[in-house]
């Protein structure tokens, strides 16, 4: 059973440019949350989404980040207008249940704005 | 919203010693405390986690502790091996369980 998946690894944008993220949960997994971790910082919540829907997006900026996670495909963190304030890593977890429960992490998008 | 703090920021030991690490939180609500450990370049790696109907749990060297009253829950690593060195970060649940509120993180290195 294949874990989270993430792609890129690594991301490399110009200020003004987007970002797009993909997330793949594990197989099974309808609830896919997004974190942001900056250098030598813990995890920070953005969003947390079900198919087609979000539940909770009170960690995203309000402007220039988005996200979906339609009924097909992966789940996408979307960056518009990068700046260089907007580089750190980013994580997707996922869980097969939502709640109080467990949340497997994938290995993360770093991206970096020149 | 939950606030959690985690002690210390960085650690060394023995290889062969025990380690600790510890978290307080904030909100009673919170019913779900993960530990992940996280390698250079990698990311979070669930090793152990613990309900609040439960004091504690123990998985081979690796045991987590909670005292519920006092909202703190504690990380024991015992007989370290080199490989054990990473970052730790423990986490509690929001009260909703939409999110996890991630602690600080706490460097550890076991000294060969």
């Known amino acids: 059973n294949a874990g989270v998946m993430q792609n890129p690894r690594h991301l490399v944008r110009r200020r003004g440019q987007e970002a797009r993220l993909r997330c793949s949960p594990m197989k099974g997994h309808s609830h896919v949350y997004w974190y942001r971790q900056l250098p030598e910082e813990g995890l920070k919540f953005m969003v947390y989404l079900q198919k087609e829907n979000i539940i909770d997006e009170s960690g995203m900026p309000k402007e220039r980040f988005s996200a979906e996670f339609p009924k097909e495909g992966p789940s996408i963190l979307r960056i518009q207008q990068v700046v260089r304030g907007d580089s750190a890593a980013y994580f997707c977890?996922?869980?097969?249940?939502?709640?109080?429960?467990?949340?497997?992490f994938g290995p993360g998008t770093r991206l970096t704005v020149l | 919203g939950e606030n959690v703090e985690q002690h210390p920021s960085t650690l060394s030991v023995q290889e062969g010693d025990s380690a600790v690490i510890k978290c307080t939180y904030s909100?009673?609500?919170?019913?779900?405390f993960p530990w992940y450990k996280q390698e250079l370049g990698k990311g979070p790696q669930l090793i152990i986690d613990i309900r609040s109907n439960v004091g504690e749990k123990k998985d081979q060297r690796i045991a987590v502790t909670l005292n519920k009253t006092a909202k703190h829950f504690s990380l024991h690593i015992t007989e370290t091996q080199p490989e054990d060195s990473a970052v730790y970060f423990c986490a509690a649940t929001s009260n909703t369980g939409n999110q996890f509120y991630f602690g600080t993180g706490t460097s550890l290195t076991v000294i060969p």
């Open positions: 909100d009673s609500a919170s019913n779900y």
């Open positions: 977890a996922s869980s097969s249940t939502g709640g109080q429960n467990e949340q497997f």
